[in-house]
């Protein structure tokens, strides 16, 4: 089956250090693409930064950045200088294509940065 | 300003009634989707149409209708046959070109609780 499994329910930071959150997938496809959304309290899922499974570099956005290991099928989120804002549900996401392009989410890992 | 316009936020629905939240893009994306969230889990997808005149069932349609007349949207109707249907609702699109990334873009979402 193809899964996205987040095994960090909550994480906690303190306002201007580095945190890793973690994101392991399943899939027998060579091509998709990975994606990590926050949600803050609003509700309204944002996206942080998306990563091509065809592309050996790793994506960087500004202080978001991932590490991406397709032979360990692994994808992790690293925040740096974390801000106040920053405190949200951060959920992994996966598209392995085929008719749907649908996204397989993970159940999400609250972050919670501290003053 | 371009984006997806879900309606209404908020809907509070009485035992046996049928109701529908409204979806609306001006993105001129193809492909349109419902998901739904429950707390402490991910998104699931309700239904998804990739063109106008046609959709699919995603992985949890059962008590759930779509229709999509229009490409701008993609109203989900929340039938008396959904056993239980108090959750968070998103509709999300896509654009048909690879350069997005298959990127999938989100509305602001709307609650619905049944009373």
């Known amino acids: 089956a193809q899964t996205v499994t987040q095994s960090q329910p909550e994480m906690s930071v303190q306002e201007a250090e580095t945190v890793t959150l973690s994101c392991t997938y399943d899939t027998s496809e060579n091509n998709y693409y990975l994606f990590w959304y926050k949600q803050p309290p609003s509700r309204q899922m944002i996206l942080v930064i998306r990563q091509e499974a065809y592309k050996q570099q790793n994506a960087t956005e500004n202080r978001f950045s991932v590490n991406f290991q397709k032979a360990a099928k692994s994808f992790s989120l690293k925040i740096s200088d974390s801000q106040l804002g920053d405190t949200a549900m951060y959920f992994c996401a996966a598209n392995y294509g085929g008719a749907t392009n649908k996204l397989i989410f993970g159940t999400g890992t609250l972050l919670a940065v501290q003053p | ?115």
């Open chain 2, 1 to 115: 300003d371009g984006g997806i316009t879900q309606s209404p936020k908020y809907l509070f629905r009485k035992e046996g009634q049928n109701v529908t939240l409204s979806c609306e893009q001006n993105l001129n994306h193809d492909a349109m989707y419902w998901y739904r969230q429950d707390p402490g889990q991910g998104l699931r997808l309700i239904y998804y149409s990739q063109i106008v005149n046609d959709f699919q069932k995603g992985d949890i349609a059962e008590g759930y209708s779509v229709s999509r007349e229009k490409k701008e949207s993609f109203p989900l109707t929340v039938t008396s046959a959904q056993k239980n249907p108090t959750a968070f609702y998103l509709c999300a699109s896509r654009p048909r070109d690879r350069g997005s990334g298959n990127t999938i873009y989100f509305g602001e979402g709307s609650w619905l609780t049944v009373v």
